[in-house]
């Protein structure tokens, strides 16, 4: 099999890999990763916040609901015990009624208590949406740096990327499309010798007699070791 148009490709596409290496590693694409994590950080702590403060909000309503209810229960005990006579039904009432109390002072405790932590939970939302809001803007700052550098690297690599389109035509589709594939898996350079008719040029891994089958018929294989197009050089 000819491969003198894919291994023209790929010398091609090394040059390519570099421009898109260099995009990466620039400070504006860096400082973009840093500050869509920092971003994304924020925002994740935002929706624990307002998670806890729902949490802490239905908590509230239902201590208040109790407390209602001890208030009522302990307003018609009030009223029953001026209609009792009996002494002994009395001292019932009246220590129902201090246990009432005592509840209702707990219970004013806990709701105290829950506000702290709404307040507290507030606070803490308003500090991380002001990061939010930051980082938002520092985004939108990098982002348009960042595009000028990729301009420039996209205008860099036009000629480049249009040559590889022209290629393309010339190649087997179906290797073409396991080129891709294993580019796109980050394994350079994708196409690989066949070394001393049993080794991956890749990786140096002793091929199996299938695979050494394959090469012999097809031409090529994939190494499953590392993944790379071995080929058998004519």
């Known amino acids: 099999m000819e491969f003198s148009k894919l291994l023209e490709y790929q010398e091609i596409d090394r040059d390519v890999i570099k421009l898109e290496n260099k995009l990466r590693s620039s400070e504006e694409a860096k400082k973009l990763q840093s500050y869509m994590d920092q971003y994304k950080k924020t925002q994740d702590n935002l929706i624990r916040i307002n998670n806890g403060a729902q949490t802490g909000t239905d908590k509230i309503d239902k201590l208040n609901d109790k407390f209602n209810s001890l208030v009522s229960e302990l307003e018609e005990l009030d009223g029953a ?4 006579d009996e002494l002994k039904e009395t001292e019932f009432y009246e220590k129902r009624i201090n246990e009432l109390s005592e509840m209702l002072d707990a219970l004013e405790r806990d709701i105290a208590a829950a506000a702290r932590e709404l307040d507290v939970l507030s606070t803490q939302g308003n500090s991380e949406l002001i990061l939010l809001q930051k980082y938002q803007a520092a985004i939108k700052k990098v ?42 898996n980050k394994k350079t350079p994708v196409l690989v010798p066949f070394r001393d008719n049993v080794l991956c040029g890749g990786c140096g891994m002793e091929m199996s007699v299938n695979e050494v089958g394959k090469i012999n018929s097809a031409g090529l294989c994939e190494c499953p070791n590392c993944g790379r197009i071995v080929y058998k050089a004519d």
């Open 81 to 84: 015990v001026e209609e009792v």
């Open 143 to 184: 982002s348009d740096d960042y595009a000028r550098v990729k301009a420039d690297i996209q205008k860099e690599a036009g000629g480049k990327l249009a040559k590889l389109k022209t290629l393309e035509k010339d190649i087997d589709a179906d290797i073409m499309a396991m080129y891709k594939r294993v580019r796109g």
